[in-house]
């Protein structure tokens, strides 16, 4: 069974950190480009971060550019998303998303061909 689970959510005070993971089982992420999600209450889900299939190439919403890091680790089939100083803002459903590619130097959110259930992040005091 292809899957990719999403692990590391919680509450966490404003200004604190947390690393989700982005675990995949039934397929190897290493030609897939992978993204990182996050929906809201009330709101769209919206594109926090993406990194190519090799690594090579990390984009960043604006929101949280310079506090968050995304990372992968092929040998572990896991992507990984460090989040610092979160804000009540980033209160959220996280979700990782992979993404077929031939490109190994390009990534966005679109087309996404698997998604994860999401973890679930509070910012909150």
């Known amino acids: 069974q292809l899957q990719l689970v999403e692990s590391g959510g919680g509450l966490v005070q404003p200004g604190g950190s947390l690393r989700l993971s982005c675990a995949a089982s039934g397929f190897t992420l290493d030609y897939y480009a992978i993204g990182w999600f996050r929906q809201a209450p009330g709101k769209e889900r919206e594109g926090v971060s993406c990194?190519?299939?090799?690594?090579?190439?990390?984009n960043y919403a604006d929101s949280v550019k310079g506090r968050f890091t995304i990372s992968r680790d092929n040998a572990k089939n896991t992507v990984y998303l460090q989040m610092n100083t979160l804000k009540p803002d980033d209160t959220a459903v996280y979700y990782c998303a992979a993404d077929r590619v031939y490109a190994r130097n390009s990534c966005d959110y679109y087309g996404m061909n698997y998604w994860g259930k999401g973890t679930r992040v509070t910012v909150s005091s």
């Open positions: 990194i190519s299939s090799s690594g090579g190439k990390t």
